[in-house]
């Protein structure tokens, strides 16, 4: 099939993440195409900005680019990623079949023009998790089906590096900033991993507590930077986010991810994905995690910050406790390239 990608959000090209840390939404999507060329298809990937090349198989061109996708050939399939304003985009022939990648807040689809694009056009609305279905409403519109997103290939290929306990650090990795939970994180740490686990790391990747440990971010609270600070004895470490593989090398090299859970509202869950991909089970209180995760098998959902502690120090000491979940982690992962093979059959 001819597959024509749209994408809306910031200028980049798929080079980008070998040398800047791209955001999860613009990972996915050079996944997704990338996964489609490797079952057969021509793709024709479409973003805001960069360069037009042709790169492991995907045409990279402009979004508003003159010429017509594929020189002017049929396409058979469009997939408008995560804006539905690009339903009604020029570059979009009338008679394909479309489909709208949506992660999220479902009731952002109810507004009656925009209903209106989904049942003229009878566009197929993917969602990443069955939650979203309970906030969209159905009249007159093609029903939503849920294909969950996959790991990226570079943290699946580095796990490949990293199989056994003792080839892992003793650290735990985390993406939660200061709106997603990452003080109850530090103050977890400190009270029940440290004194336990008196060598381990926590490394945070937050681009905002960054700045801020920095002095360059007042948007963050002094108590939080004040509460880092003081944890830094703990093995606390704050750290600039990194391009795609270096972030794949990390998380495969440590023998725990933590999510937080509880704040903020995610519906794609791309970063836990991806570490269980690197084969690295997951801590988390919930949340888009609950789907994720199988809960006593490739990490845990936990209820307090006792357990939260307890199974995050388990994992960094225990050989036999992180080798089972790690073990799992790896046979049950999922990638983009199974995501791809869902999507052809829509």
Do not use: C
């Not at 489609?36 to 298809?41: I, N, S, Y």
């Not at 304003?85 to 507004?111: E, Q, V």
């Not at 926590?202 to 108590?223: C, H, P």
């Amino acid at each position: 099939m001819k597959i024509l990608m749209l994408d809306h959000s910031i200028g980049f090209d798929p080079k980008d993440r070998e040398a800047r840390p791209l955001g999860t939404t613009q990972r996915a999507f050079i996944a997704l195409a990338e996964a489609l060329v490797a079952r057969g298809h021509k793709v024709e990937a479409r973003r805001n900005g960069g360069i037009d090349k042709d790169m492991h198989g995907v045409a990279w061109r402009q979004l508003d680019a003159e010429l017509p996708p594929f020189g002017g050939d049929a396409v058979d399939t469009v997939i408008a990623w995560r804006d539905p304003a690009l339903l009604s985009h020029a570059s979009i022939p009338a008679d394909a079949k479309t489909i709208l990648w949506f992660d999220g807040d479902p009731t952002k689809l109810n507004a009656d023009d925009l209903r209106l694009v989904l049942h003229d056009k009878q566009v197929q609305i993917v969602f990443t998790d069955d939650a979203q279905k309970k906030g969209f409403e159905t009249d007159l519109v093609k029903k939503p089906i849920v294909v969950k997103p996959g790991a990226v290939t570079a943290f699946t290929m580095a796990s490949n590096m990293h199989w056994a306990f003792e080839s892992r650090e003793e650290v735990a990795v985390t993406v939660a900033n200061t709106t997603t939970g990452i003080a109850q994180i530090v103050r977890i740490w400190e009270a029940y991993v440290a004194p336990k686990a008196p060598k381990a790391i926590l490394e945070i990747y937050a681009y905002d507590l960054f700045m801020a440990m920095a002095g360059e971010n007042d948007q963050v609270s002094d108590d939080i930077v004040d509460l880092v600070r003081s944890a830094i004895d703990k093995g606390v470490r704050v750290l600039h986010p990194k391009p795609e593989g270096d972030m794949a090398e990390t998380v495969a090299n440590a023998r725990a991810f933590l999510h937080h859970g509880k704040y903020g509202t995610d519906y794609a869950g791309q970063w836990i994905v991806d570490a269980l991909g690197a084969a690295t089970p997951v801590v988390s209180y919930g949340g888009i995690a609950k789907t994720r995760v199988e809960d006593g098998k490739t990490g845990y959902i936990v209820p307090d910050e006792a357990a939260y502690g307890n199974i995050t120090w388990q994992l960094l000491t225990d050989r036999s406790f992180f080798s089972t979940q790690s073990e799992a982690a790896r046979n049950d992962r999922r990638e983009w390239i199974h995501v791809a093979g869902e999507l052809e059959k829509i």
